[in-house]
């Protein structure tokens, strides 16, 4: 089992944008989501 700093639940905008944050202070994150895709309500 692999060890992370942070997990974030939900991969929605916000969501994405916490990992991100997350990542550029040198911590690992992992997102989690229910849906086959990233995004949350945003559509292309």
Request: glycine share 12%.
């Amino acid at each position: 089992m692999q060890m992370v700093d942070v997990v974030v639940v939900g991969g929605g905008m916000a969501d994405l944008n916490n990992a991100i944050y997350v990542a550029k202070a040198e911590n690992q994150a992992v997102v989690i989501e229910k849906q086959n895709r990233l995004g949350g309500s945003v559509k292309p």
